[in-house]
């Protein structure tokens, strides 16, 4: 089983691969995701792996990156803080735009449990 800083260093790997379903595997089945807003005005929490999943296929779907880094880990006990750049264009509109944010994990037993994702605000 791995540790968190074990788990902190394997998303950063995938992560700067963009290799979204890969990093799936290191999610608890009933991990809890929340954004900073909801999608539609939705909900901004998302609960369980095939959530998170569905996550995955509306970034692939929705946005083409043109760059993308991870920058971290940071990490303490359970926790981990990993901060993503990014620069994209919407699929559908064509409007590009810088993105950055700043992700915290919560690990247990291996396993990333929880997820939150904080944007920087200009």
């Given amino acids: 089983m791995m540790n ?3 788990v ?4 950063m790997e995938l992560t700067r691969k963009q290799a ?5 595997d290191l999610y608890d089945d009933n991990v809890v995701s ?4 909801g999608m539609g005005g939705g909900s901004p929490e998302t609960r369980g792996k095939e959530g998170v999943r569905g996550k ?3 970034w692939v779907n929705a946005m083409e990156v043109h760059s993308f880094d991870a920058h971290g880990p940071f990490v303490a006990h359970d926790r981990f803080v990993v901060q993503y750049d ?5 699929k559908k509109t064509k409007e590009r735009r810088k993105m950055s944010e700043v992700g915290v994990y919560t690990v247990k037993n291996g396993k990333i449990v929880r997820e939150e994702f904080l944007p920087r605000v200009d």
Avoid: C, G, I, R
């Avoid at 902190?8 to 998303?11: F, I």
């Avoid at 929340?34 to 807003?37: L, Q």
């Avoid at 990014?86 to 919407?90: E, F, H, L, P, Y």
């Fill in 86 to 90: 990014a620069d994209v264009s919407d």
């Fill in 20 to 24: 979204w379903y890969d990093a799936l």
């Fill in 8 to 11: 902190a260093k394997k998303v």
């Fill in 34 to 37: 929340v954004e900073a807003s």
């Fill in 4 to 6: 968190t800083e074990e």
């Fill in 56 to 58: 995955v296929d509306w």
